[in-house]
């Protein structure tokens, strides 16, 4: 069973593992503790340390005014707009709350936080150096006073001054803490990663220091991110957000965390974590990719009007739905809701029914949607009745209702959000067949116990499950990659035209030597794993193809083509390579020929021999007043020197090769 994933309240800020600073443009509204909308966030991920209610640190009367929350490998920490941090989950440790905090920043091993008087202070232990209960003696004094904005990496954190000035310290392997003088000065933002700084410049410049020595490139920093930057997020890679809504990604890129996702624009706001990438839009839509841990490094898509900050941290993603008070939300027989032109959500309930039903229509139009965390915390409720108008239910609709038993759910609801029974154990679903399938694949999302998954059901019937098919699967998008590949990868594609490309894997061949009976072992294979690959050569005098074998005829050049005629699933393919063949080199070995005294009919037999045992060796001299040759008999002729010339003319497998020795005659 999956671990449940539970919520992160953060009504603005959007931040990362790499805790990025001043990254938020919207402003933080005055929570009350009976509203209803406040901060509601979506989780997803893997969040290994909460296995309770995340928000049970946290007094009641501050659960609804959380600003901030930022996530490192010890934990989960809350930042409330009264200035206090509160630890979530299963994290223990967090720093006294007699100081009014102002920002929050955790990453790696390390955890900060800033007062509303300028000091950074740091709790839970000193490893590196960077941190330890409340205010340690390893901060530097300059940044106990006029700081503005705190960032933290695995091992260091900066702080950013009053003055546009960055103070570093903390663990310093990559040059993460050595602040080059750029960044002393004329800075608006800070961003902190895996053993990698960064900073912003009023102009709009990208600093970047540290990066693991180059290691992932985040030193190089492209030519379209040196100008019209305004934010900036490191953990490590980086983004950068320019003045025009597109990102800019570089560094690491092993989870796919550097690639932005096509058509990604209008971004309002970024975020960096290990090995993840996230993004807000202007019109409320969270984008994510990349993956760590449990992270899926495909891009995931929430599309929404109301989300006003995203995250990503260490193997977790979020996101956060905008504040609405309850003052100007209606109210009609206890339900609370909003409506567009068309349609009704249901936002809350206070009415003091144990038995709800949820009407078909209010204020006239249809009820579609129940909202995220619409009946979350109810205790007093114990069935729920939802009509066949809603095709929708948000994140957490029914989160925490201990006492819900049944719950009849139709089957026009297509979209399930996650959480929806989480810690909500004794909840009986009735009816609904679309859930069904959700539940088979997803059962961990929704919230279920491993008991409640397995007797979830008491009228959902499989009858009839193949007749919604089509109104919902086939316009599911992640189902219809899911049967795709099956359909690819099966022996065959069941009467539907769907064909995968394949390529060869075809190796250059080196320049080959010519020689008796030459053959050369070509493979060539499919990325299909189809058989047989056929090759073919261009030039048959050259070499000839049988199978994978290459027999050597003559000297020259040769294209050899290799092709697979594909299947049902895979369409053809074809590649080739040039192929050089060289005649062999050959040599003589003409000894050196002693100095002669002249006498009439005095001759000499010249000995010359190939490397290649070719015959015959032919022999010439330049001088015939000294010497001539006929066959490989030298006769001398007078005095004086003559250069005699050895030559072998090499046949088809042989280049020709020469010698020549000076002869002396006294």
């Known amino acids: 069973m999956k671990k449940l994933l539970w919520p992160l309240l953060v009504a603005v800020g959007l931040i990362g593992s790499a805790e990025a600073s001043n990254l938020t443009n919207f402003p933080l509204q005055t929570p009350s503790t009976q509203s209803y909308g406040v901060g509601q966030p979506v989780l997803w991920g893997n969040s290994y340390w909460i296995t309770s209610d995340p928000l049970a640190s946290i007094p009641v009367d501050e659960q609804f005014s959380i600003s901030k929350v930022s996530i490192n490998q010890f934990g989960l920490y809350a930042l409330t707009t009264n200035g206090n941090i509160y630890p979530l989950g299963n994290s223990q440790v967090a720093p006294q709350n007699n100081i009014k905090y102002v920002d929050l920043a955790v990453s790696g091993v390390n955890s900060f936080a800033l007062s509303d008087l300028g000091c950074v202070y740091g709790w839970g232990g000193s490893l590196y150096g960077v941190s330890n209960d409340q205010q340690p003696s390893s901060i530097p004094s300059s940044a106990l006073s006029n700081v503005v904005s705190i ?8 702080a950013l001054t009053k003055s546009g000035g960055v103070i570093a310290w903390g663990l310093n392997t990559s040059g993460e803490t050595q602040v080059p003088f750029k960044a002393m000065s004329n800075i608006v933002s800070i961003a902190a990663g895996n053993r990698t700084s960064a900073a912003l410049t009023a102009s709009g410049e990208v600093i970047v220091w540290g990066g693991g020595n180059n290691y992932y490139g985040m030193l190089t920093i492209p030519d379209n991110a040196k ?6 997020a490191v953990d490590d890679h980086v983004l950068a957000l320019k003045s025009d809504g597109t990102v800019i990604a570089w560094g690491a890129n092993y989870q796919s965390q550097s690639t932005i996702p096509a058509g990604l624009s209008n971004v309002v706001a970024i975020s960096a974590g290990s090995g993840s990438s996230a993004a807000l839009t202007s019109v409320g839509q969270v984008v994510s990719w990349g993956g760590g841990g449990s992270l899926s490094p495909t891009p995931t898509y929430i599309s929404r009007s109301d989300y006003v900050a995203a995250g990503t941290g260490y193997l977790i993603n979020w996101a956060i739905k905008k504040y609405t008070p309850s003052s100007v939300i209606p109210y009609t027989n206890g339900f609370g809701y909003s409506t567009n032109s068309n349609s009704v959500t249901i936002l809350g309930y206070n009415g003091s029914n144990s038995i709800v039903t949820i009407p078909s229509f209010i204020a006239g139009l249809p009820v579609t949607s129940i909202g995220d965390y619409a009946f979350a915390n109810q205790s007093s409720i114990s069935s729920i009745t939802i009509p066949n108008s809603v095709t929708n239910i948000g994140f957490y609709g029914f989160k925490g209702c201990p006492n819900l038993t049944s719950v009849t759910m139709p089957d026009s609801i297509v979209n399930f959000g996650t959480g929806i029974f989480a810690f909500t154990p004794n909840v009986v679903v009735n009816g609904s067949r679309t859930l069904i399938s959700y539940l088979s694949q997803n059962a961990g999302d929704l919230g279920f116990t491993d008991n409640a998954a397995s007797s979830i059901w008491t009228g959902a019937a499989a009858a009839g499950y193949f007749g919604w098919i089509e109104n919902w699967l086939l316009s599911d998008d992640s189902f219809i990659a899911r049967l795709a590949a099956r359909i690819l990868a099966a022996s065959n594609n069941y009467g539907i035209a769907v064909k995968q490309n394949q390529s060869l894997n075809f190796p250059a061949i080196p320049a080959l030597t010519i020689t008796p009976n030459k053959k050369y072992t070509n493979v060539v294979t499919a990325s299909s794993g189809l058989t047989p690959v056929i090759q073919i050569s261009g030039n048959t005098a050259v070499a000839t193809v049988s199978n994978n074998i290459l027999t050597l005829i003559g000297s020259g050049s040769t294209t050899i083509t290799a092709s697979q005629v594909g299947n049902a699933l895979w369409n053809p393919v074809t590649a ?3 192929l050089i063949v060289n005649k062999g080199i050959q040599t003589l070995s003409f000894p050196a020929i002693p100095a002669q005294t ?18 015959p060796i032919t022999y010439s001299s330049d001088n015939t007043a000294v010497a001539i040759v006929s066959n490989n008999i030298l006769l001398l002729q007078g005095k004086g020197t003559s250069a005699i010339k050895a030559s072998q003319a090499g046949n088809v497998y042989f280049s020709p090769a020469t010698g020549t020795q000076t002869l002396t005659v006294k």
């Open 227 to 232: 100008s019209g930057i305004v934010q900036i």
């Open 151 to 158: 960032a933290a990496g695995y091992g260091h954190a900066l």
């Open 598 to 615: 002249y006498s009439v009919f005095k001759t000499l037999t010249l000995n010359a021999t190939s490397s290649a045992k070719l015959t």
């Open 576 to 578: 080739s390579q040039p």
